[in-house]
């Protein structure tokens, strides 16, 4: 076990002596050491490089002083070994080369082998929790968030091919997200061996789904996945835009639900059970307005969350660009001294 658990005992629903706080993107956003990183090389070379990744990796923890460590992957990596070619391009995020267009693609699709496929990510992992002081978080894509990349090509607001085929196409569909649920359970089984102490699975744009299309197209395929992980190191199910359908997000059966902003925390915690684990909510908006502002929203999300334990402080989505590095240590100090 890493020396700080507190992460780790707010996963497991434990009332923890502070409130655990890491934040999404706190590696590759805002801190000047990863910049000048970024300067030279690509993010894929930083991933494929697991001395550095894992530099990368401990950063946040050295210089904003969070309670746990997301390993430095992006969620597109494995589609590289599926045979999907992919560039992520500055400020427009992930381009696929050639996108999914009907079954015939889907069934071209190769299966993966972590273990090898995948080995730079597992040496990260393995690198980081051996010099980590607090717990270290894998990650992979859901299913759902990775096919609107495969299919649309880039991020498209409307999802017009990914329901298209959904809709038309639902042996297409069907196959598409049973080979990616496959892919995430072999994955994130993997970073586990290799010692995550705990995984989350990126859902961040199924948000755009009604809750009946969420039940009927993704739901059976995340349940599958974290039914399929389920263990020792706890997992954690991330979403945007879902606090309509938050009760069928938390039926995915992950051990830690996390919300972003757009419901409050108490009332998230009355609709899910006081007991589930949750993580979440801060609007990433509110770390570019003042130090005063980002103290009193994160006290009142602390207030909401209540007194039994088993908050994690998190942003409902990543570090925006732009966000300036006192006003992140300044949160994190706040979550910190408020809470013990
Ligand atoms: O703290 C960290 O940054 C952890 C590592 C991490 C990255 N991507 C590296 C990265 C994690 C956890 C991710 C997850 C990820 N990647 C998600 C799910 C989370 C979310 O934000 O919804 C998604 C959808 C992706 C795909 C992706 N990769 C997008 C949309 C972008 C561009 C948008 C942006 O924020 O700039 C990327 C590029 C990317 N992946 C960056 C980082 C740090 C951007 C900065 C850079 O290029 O160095």
């Known amino acids: 076990m890493p020396k700080n658990d507190l ?10 002596p502070m409130t655990p706080i890491w934040l999404m993107r706190q590696a590759g956003r805002c801190l000047p050491d990863y910049r000048k990183i970024r300067q030279k090389k690509s993010l894929v070379t930083i991933c494929k490089d697991p001395e550095l990744a894992s530099e990368v990796t401990l950063l946040p923890v050295d210089m904003l002083g969070v309670d746990a460590a997301i390993c430095f ?19 427009i995020g992930p381009v696929i080369r050639k996108a999914i267009k009907n079954i015939g693609d889907v069934k071209r699709l190769k299966s ?28 992979a894509g859901a299913p759902f968030t990775m096919a609107s990349y495969m299919i649309e090509g880039s991020y498209n607001k409307n999802f017009t091919k990914t329901k298209s085929m959904m809709y038309n196409d639902p042996k297409g569909w069907e196959l598409l997200m049973k080979k ?50 389920k263990g020792s190191s706890p997992t954690i199910h991330f979403t945007t835009g879902t606090s309509s359908f938050l009760e ?37 908006g509110i770390l570019l307005g003042t130090k005063a502002t980002i103290r009193s929203s994160s006290l009142k999300i602390i207030e909401q969350a209540g007194a039994r334990g088993g908050h994690i402080f998190n942003l409902g989505h990543g570090i925006l660009p732009g966000t300036e590095l006192e006003k992140v240590k300044w949160l994190v100090d706040t979550v910190h001294q408020s809470t013990r």
Request: charged fraction near 25%.
């Open 180 to 229: 990616l649920t496959e892919m995430t359970i072999a994955y994130l089984k993997e970073q586990i061996r290799s010692g995550a102490d705990a995984v989350q699975l990126f859902d961040s744009w199924v948000g755009c789904l009604g809750p009946s299309d969420y039940q009927d197209f993704v739901l059976p395929y995340t349940k599958k996945i974290f039914a399929g992980i």
């Open 7 to 16: 992460f780790i005992r707010a996963c497991r629903g434990e009332k923890t």
């Open 73 to 91: 992957s992006d969620i597109m990596l494995p589609l590289e070994a599926m045979g999907v070619g992919f560039e992520l391009k500055d400020s």
């Open 248 to 284: 069928l997000v938390k039926s995915a059966g992950s051990d830690v639900v996390s919300v972003d902003w757009r419901i409050g925390l108490d009332e998230a915690r009355s609709r899910i059970g006081q007991t589930t684990p949750i993580q979440g909510n801060l609007d990433p």
């Open 112 to 139: 993966i082998d972590p273990k090898s496929d995948m080995d730079f990510v597992m040496d990260t992992v393995r690198i980081t929790k051996k010099r980590s002081s607090v717990p270290i978080i894998g990650l």
